[in-house]
């Protein structure tokens, strides 16, 4: 009998080894498709909590390994539209779109990127495609209208209003623009009818009444312009384009001190407004304030430097101020520029005068007699009381206007595109929010406490004792990452990886699974961190700044899917149990009674929060953000006398922004 391998064993041997290899290329493309997963959901996550830069990292990586999957490419144009990166979002929608057509985000996110850049036709065609395959979505067809206006394609806007009307007959916002495009037809009676249909829908519109207001100013009812703008500056009170009309309304109704200081209300708000500039000078002029009056005009002149008209204004006030030198200068631009400018050339004659010039001002005098003898020429009228109140265009270049305010060509309604990305995330946050979480990390605390250092005795032990490339620190609110940042800590992390995958003895280098796992946790790879600081305890179960980081991690993880609409509890159960765990480990650790009491804030706990932000406080007494979260617990809960109390110290330790907070909530008590 042969010894051996049998015909049969190595039939059978042959068919396990088959079996292994299948599994294992089974596995490796699962394996693959896991780890591109983990990678997208990581970019989510950091996108989600607004750090684009890192975001846009992870995004390019998975384009990198798997370029034909279209939602990289449409995450990472999320990220590059709050960056204000316009032309790279559209980009990335383009090639999104051409991966998988039939998304409609895809094409409404384009059309947002286009109108940023005031492609309106195009942006359009996208609201086109994302109508067609989501036709009731009413953001998408006002957004599509307002395009239309901005292309100027009225009758197109008309037709879709008309459609929107008969489907959103309660919708406010509809019959505004339908106004808006009637007024910009000249019909100001149907514009009036609609927008007293807005208005009483919702009265409490902005744009509403800045719609009605610009009507009044084109009948010239400066004082309906001047109540219905104040309306619409109470609604919307940074909008600096209401100020600028309300001052032109304020100014023909004899207000120059309320149009003097909406001038500068503007200018506040925007810098750069030439109409706010250009007309506070002019006013300045009128009451005597010659020196500001030449600010302002310099500013205009520096933004544009070929206006004639703030050139020769600016001349004018050189004069008074006694600058000659400068004021011929001035006048000597604007007659080259109009050399029968007869107005101009007396002006300078007589600066030429008052220095001593006499051949230059007889010469610009003879000009000026030759034309007095010419029949066919005129002497400028001189600025008198009716014409102190005439307002030219901005695009009027008439020099007898030189001492007019200036209106815009084409008043502008300042819309709002319904978008579902520019305040996306910034929409899941309510007002008065809590503090963040402290958590492990290599960056340090700066939160703008300058005096205080997180410290804890174990933490301080783990870095004596592990030996690590970079000191871990305890903080709270992590800034964003910067682009070279975020390479550097991927390298960290790759870094680490492979440490960890050289490890023979686990129990001997198990401080790496830390390590690496608060390296996970500063470029937002939550679950990554997770699965480290399991394995971690695994080996070590008495450690309690693993359990604690592992809740940080659960906790921010779980405010991630619950926005994806995704069930936390059971998640937020398992967060509760290792901040129990951890205090257990270190029950002297404020910080993570200030963490728990913070998870059970934000899931409207209050008095258990309260609880443990008292312990935190009674551990260490210069947490300025467990006063501040403390005092919103207070504050919910209807304690608002201690919540203020707390408030107050939090704004004592350096948390100025407490402030802002306790002057809302003491109004809202002097109003009840």
Same mark, same amino acid.
């Given at each position: 009998m042969l010894k051996g391998n049998t015909p049969s064993k190595i039939?059978?041997?042959?068919?396990?080894?088959?079996?292994?290899?299948?599994?294992?290329?089974?596995?490796?493309?699962?394996?693959?498709?896991?780890?591109?997963?983990?990678?997208?959901?990581?970019?989510?996550?950091?996108?989600?909590?607004?750090? +684009?830069?890192?975001?846009?990292?992870?995004?390019?990586?998975?384009?990198?390994?798997?370029?034909?999957?279209?939602?990289?490419?449409?995450?990472?144009?999320?990220?590059?539209?709050?960056?204000?990166?316009?032309?790279?979002?559209?980009?990335?929608?383009?090639?999104?779109?051409?991966?998988?057509?039939?998304?409609?985000?895809?094409?409404?996110?384009?059309?947002?990127?286009?109108?940023?850049?005031?492609?309106?036709?195009?942006?359009?065609?996208?609201?086109?495609?994302?109508?067609?395959?989501?036709?009731?979505?009413?953001?998408?067809?006002?957004?599509?209208?307002?395009?239309?206006?901005?292309d100027k394609d009225y009758d197109k806007a008309n037709?879709?209003?008309?459609?929107?009307?008969?489907?959103?007959?309660?919708?406010?916002?509809? +019959?505004?623009?339908?106004?808006?495009?009637?007024?910009?037809?000249?019909?100001?009676?149907?514009?009036?009818?609609?927008?007293?249909?807005?208005?009483?829908?919702?009265?409490?519109?902005?744009?509403?009444?800045?719609?009605?207001?610009?009507?009044?100013?084109?009948?010239?009812?400066?004082?309906?312009?001047?109540?219905?703008?104040?309306?619409?500056?109470?609604?919307?009170?940074?909008?600096?384009?209401?100020?600028?009309?309300?001052?032109?309304?304020?100014?023909?109704?004899?207000?120059?001190?309320?149009?003097?200081?909406?001038?500068?209300?503007?200018?506040?708000?925007?810098?750069?407004?030439?109409?706010?500039?250009?007309?506070?000078?002019?006013?300045?002029?009128q009451v005597g304030d010659d020196n500001r009056a030449i600010d302002d005009f310099d500013f205009i002149i520096n933004l544009e430097p070929n206006n004639i008209m703030a050139i020769f204004n600016r001349a004018l006030l050189l004069d008074r101020t006694g600058d000659l030198r400068g004021a011929i200068r001035d006048y000597s631009r604007v007659i080259d520029e109009f050399p029968n400018f007869w107005t101009g050339l007396q002006y300078r004659a007589r600066c030429y005068r008052r220095l001593g010039m006499t051949a230059q001002a007889e010469m610009d005098e003879f000009r000026i007699f030759k034309a007095q003898m010419d029949k066919h020429l005129g002497i400028q009228p001189r600025w008198g009381k009716k014409k102190?109140?005439?307002?030219?265009?901005?695009?009027?270049?008439?020099?007898?206007k030189y001492n007019q305010l200036v209106e815009a060509d084409e008043q502008v309604v300042e819309h709002e595109y319904n978008s579902a990305y520019r305040g996306k995330v910034q929409n899941r946050k309510v007002e008065d929010e809590y503090m963040p979480m402290y958590v492990l990390s290599y960056r340090r605390y700066s939160n703008g406490v300058k005096s205080y250092t997180a410290y804890d005795n174990e933490v301080e032990a783990f870095n004596r004792t592990s030996h690590p490339r970079h000191s871990i620190n305890i903080t709270c609110n992590q800034q964003t990452l910067s682009e070279g940042e975020t390479r550097a800590y991927f390298m960290l992390v790759d870094s680490l990886s492979a440490d960890v995958a050289a490890i023979k003895d686990l129990n001997a280098d198990k401080a790496l699974l830390i390590h690496r796992a608060v390296a996970y946790s500063v470029v937002q790879n939550f679950d990554a961190a997770i699965n480290d600081l399991t394995a971690y305890v695994q080996t070590d179960s008495t450690s309690a700044i693993a359990y604690w980081q592992r809740g940080v991690c659960q906790a921010l993880m779980n405010e991630f899917t619950q926005s994806q609409g995704i069930d936390s509890d059971l998640r937020a159960a398992r967060t509760f149990a290792d901040f129990d765990q951890a205090i257990s480990l270190s029950p002297h650790n404020p910080f993570i009674y200030y963490d728990r009491a913070t998870l059970h804030a934000s899931r409207k706990q209050y008095q258990a929060a309260i609880d443990d932000y008292s312990r935190a406080i009674e551990l260490d007494p210069n947490i300025a953000e467990a006063y501040y979260n403390r005092g919103l617990a207070r504050i919910y809960s209807g304690n608002k006398a201690e919540g203020l109390e707390d408030l107050s110290k939090a704004g004592e330790l350096g948390l100025f922004n407490a402030y802002g907070l306790i002057k809302k909530y003491k109004a809202a008590k002097e109003h009840k």
């Open positions: 039939l059978k041997g042959k068919r396990l080894h088959g079996l292994l290899l299948f599994c294992l290329f089974a596995f490796m493309p699962a394996r693959a498709q896991y780890n591109i997963d983990r990678v997208i959901m990581a970019g989510r996550s950091a996108l989600y909590y607004e750090d +684009y830069v890192l975001s846009i990292q992870y995004f390019n990586q998975v384009i990198t390994a798997k370029p034909y999957l279209y939602e990289p490419w449409y995450f990472r144009a999320v990220a590059k539209y709050n960056l204000d990166d316009y032309l790279g979002a559209e980009n990335d929608c383009t090639e999104a779109i051409s991966l998988n057509p039939y998304v409609s985000n895809i094409y409404e996110l384009r059309g947002v990127c286009r109108i940023r850049q005031q492609k309106y036709a195009d942006a359009a065609t996208d609201y086109d495609r994302a109508i067609a395959n989501d036709p009731m979505n009413m953001n998408l067809w006002y957004n599509r209208a307002l395009c239309r206006i901005q037709f879709e209003l008309d459609s929107m009307m008969n489907r959103w007959k309660t919708n406010a916002k509809i +019959y505004q623009l339908k106004a808006e495009v009637c007024m910009q037809q000249s019909d100001t009676v149907a514009a009036s009818s609609f927008l007293d249909r807005s208005l009483e829908l919702d009265p409490y519109d902005g744009e509403a009444w800045t719609v009605r207001a610009m009507i009044s100013l084109s009948r010239k009812k400066w004082k309906d312009a001047d109540q219905q703008l104040g309306k619409a500056i109470h609604l919307k009170p940074t909008v600096a384009n209401n100020y600028v009309n309300r001052a032109l309304a304020r100014y023909n109704i004899n207000n120059l001190r309320g149009a003097m200081a909406d001038y500068d209300k503007a200018i506040e708000l925007d810098p750069n407004n030439f109409l706010a500039h250009y007309n506070r000078g002019q006013l300045r002029v102190s109140k005439e307002i030219r265009k901005q695009s009027d270049i008439d020099m007898e």
